[in-house]
DNA sequence: GTCAAAATGTACAATGTGGTTCATTTGGTC
DNA sequence: GACCAAATGAACCACATTGTACATTTTGAC
């Protein structure tokens, strides 16, 4: 267990027990409504925003105790709010407080399961990543031709980034962020290859059967899918803005992807 | 004048003269040393580190009185300090107390020059943008056969993005913002579709002379090749972390840079 | 039922951070 | 050489932000 973290955490603190993996049970249901706030609260919330300081005679919030324990969908539910906030704000424009404030639970919370705002980007990080090896992991490509195994690969690939907005800009913060977390994570990094193996396999496919040249590194097409995916997510923005061009708009999506795929296949027939 | 920044700025600050372009004279040498801290000093801080609070009689810095003005060396100080925080920090990120120190000059002539973080971001990002613009249009690629013509776009895109880590990471950070900055900014998306111009005149040339097969829009053609150069910059860490392949050395730079071309040549070509 | 560990709430402390105030010095102009 | 606007210095302020201390409630084991 390679766990270099959790260094200099002295004090009395009772978390980090050795409850660590943040996959957690993405089997158990968070039993919706099972956390703290009531149903009930959150229109007392409501209600207050609309009524002002009229229904006072409620108290500080929270009715005189009761409150059902259930750290399973207090972490989930903290992890989505998170994973929301840094996709939207970047590792460093996240505000604990407003993750917290967002959340069921309070912000206490958060530092008892994640240690720190770090802990918690990490664990969000990890997540992602583990979702999309998940995913690829059902892809089954071996009884199409090579052709049309790269074209589905590259197909699902462009898609998966489209449709996933939130890992696309989870992978560019981590990059400003020079991958240091990815580094720490050793969660990542070792399914690494998997990707690269299945091209691998469908290129040398490919080539025994002449449909593709030879003499290319599966990295390099690897490289390419990954690319002609990730860029159209990633620099939406800047290229609406300076091209006035919107790739997120449904025809220019499918053309692209059209495109994409046709680029792909190019790059490497015979 | 579309100048719908520089909203409320109230007080009796006497910044923000006419003095608003952000471009600077790049062609006035900052006039090196002419800046306030002199070599001396410098090295007195220098000195200090390593002599701990031994000269002290060099009282509170600063010997009295006497500093040449020099604003243009002032802003392009300040300017190359934060260009580089940022680009290290992202916006968020960066500090600008960190900044101000780096300086040569002090964090009130920030606020003096650029009114805001936000306006020295932006004043860093505009520059940025203007100075691959000006590159782009040296090139000549009217002599060049289109094949070769776009060969060589492919290249230079290429290289001037993997030349450039900083520009992209630039262009990152401002994604991650939904590029609300480019927006403001107004003198960015005017030379916008010069790019797109480019290659359009090199591609109707190319399916004129049966090189090129027609159909393609050259908007797709352009975000191939930004693409393809972008994304072995922007992504260069999680590359190297989850598939341990660094895109930054040499070689596999070089391989890559010829792949890149190739592909691109290939997904036009009759 | 008792008890301890896990889980949670509330308030607060300590420091970081963007931005400002006030005073002073330069440098050109007449 | 007087004068005024531009340029700069140094300290400072208000508030944002991360993280913690302390108290309390659940929950399961015995």
Redesign the pocket.
Known sequence: MPDAKNHAVA????AE?G?DPAVVSSSSEPKAGSL?RSADEQVSVAAEVADGPAMKPAK???NA???????D??RRNILDVARAEFVENGLSG?????IAAKTK?????I??YFT???GLYRAVLEEAYSQIRELERTLDLGTLSPPDALAALAGFTFDYHADHADFVRLVMIENIHHARHLKMSGTIGALNSSAIDMIREIYERGVAGGAFRAGIDPMNIHLTISALSFYNVSNRASIAQVFAHDMGAAPARADRRASVIDTVIRSVRA
């Open positions: 004090g009395p603190v009772s027990r409850q703290h500080s919030g929270r105790s009761s409150w059902s324990q259930d750290p969908g207090v996240a505000r604990v407080d407003e639970t309070s912000k206490r919370m530092y008892y720190d705002k770090e």
